[in-house]
């Protein structure tokens, strides 16, 4: 829906807002539970949020949040409204969706999130076949951790994102955020110095992970996680010698001779400082996704996105 904040009058004209802009204010409210949360995913001032819900609780005569310690969250009469007036607003997408496609090509703002090790392969060529396949479509493209783009998702600041998963999914079934499609499979390494022994061979079986000191993301993460479990049921003493939370950082401490790292296969240009062995029996592997928010209208313009992406991870 952010694509309705546009003031200028040609974004105006592309973008029809077909429903008042405070009841979509509203509903941005609703999906972060905080005003000011709700100010910075729609762009605007956060004084210009509180003014558009002041006005509704105005014209309904009635209280819509009540503030708490962490945000605000919906009274009875907003629970009462909620459903109605998020029905209206998928309906009212779905017609400007018409309205700006009558011509046949996809229009409007698609927001895309990319994993760091995501972005050279495709915010360049994303952008580049986008203007070149989908001139009515203007992308807007962020970077971030999995989990900092799974919330994003969750919240409706981004229309899509492409983010990790541990466990395999089905293609095209519902993970957290909504429907996602399977890009690629990363197998996991045990990564350390060259030239250790213990990795000449290029592959380990998971037992041989039993005492080695390991760098690995700290709890919650998903991946630790699952090593903690895999390590139950294989019996194995796991010793985890540091907690770092991105694979950057896992192959910094490994090429400073800090432990093992388990992640994915190093870049390329790290092959002076790092060797790697891919872990088998069982072999592990994480997935890498295009996951859709729940939040956000799925438009002709954010399918068209997401076909480009799917394709270009096809020719990957």
Same mark, same amino acid.
């Given at each position: 829906m952010d694509t309705c904040f546009r003031s200028d009058t040609a974004a105006q004209a592309a973008n029809p807002t077909i429903i008042a802009l405070r009841w979509l204010v509203f509903l941005r409210v609703v999906a972060v539970g905080s005003l000011s949360k709700a100010a910075a995913a729609l762009d605007m001032p956060q004084s210009m949020v509180s003014r558009h819900i002041a006005q509704l609780e105005q014209q309904c005569g009635e209280r819509l949040f009540r503030r708490t310690g962490r945000g605000v969250v919906l009274t009875e009469v907003g629970e009462q409204l909620l459903p109605r007036i998020s029905e209206l607003a998928a309906g009212a997408e779905r017609l400007a969706d018409d309205i700006r496609s009558v011509r046949g090509q996809p229009v409007g703002e698609v927001m895309v999130g990319l994993l760091p090790a995501a972005v050279a392969r495709y915010a360049g060529p994303l952008f580049a076949a986008a203007r070149a396949q989908l001139p009515g479509v203007r992308l807007h493209l962020s970077e971030g951790a999995s989990a900092q783009l799974e919330e994003h998702l969750r919240e409706g600041r981004l229309d899509m994102a492409i983010v990790l998963r541990e466990e395999a999914q089905a293609g095209g079934t519902a993970g957290d955020t909504g429907t996602e499609d399977l890009l690629a499979r990363m197998p996991l390494h045990v990564v350390g110095l060259a030239g250790d022994p213990l *990795? &000449? &061979?290029?592959? #380990?079986?998971?037992?041989? *992970? %039993?005492? #080695?000191?390991?760098?690995?993301?700290?709890?919650?993460?998903?991946?630790?996680?699952?090593?903690?479990?895999?390590?139950?049921?294989?019996?194995?003493?796991?010793?985890? &010698?540091?907690?770092? %939370?991105? &694979?950057? *950082?896992?192959y910094e401490v490994a090429a400073a001779g800090g432990g093992y790292a388990i992640a994915a296969a190093p870049p390329p240009g790290q092959e002076r400082r790092l060797a790697a062995a891919r872990i088998i029996s069982p072999m592990l592997e994480r997935f890498v996704v295009l996951a859709v928010s729940p939040r956000r209208p799925h438009t002709r313009a954010t399918r068209a996105v997401q076909r480009l992406i799917r394709a270009m991870a096809d020719r990957m």
């Open positions: *990795l &000449a &061979a290029g592959a #380990l079986p998971f037992s041989a *992970l %039993d005492g #080695l000191p390991l760098v690995v993301p700290g709890r919650p993460h998903r991946l630790r996680a699952r090593l903690d479990r895999l390590g139950a049921e294989h019996t194995l003493r796991l010793d985890i &010698a540091v907690e770092v %939370d991105s &694979a950057r *950082l896992q």
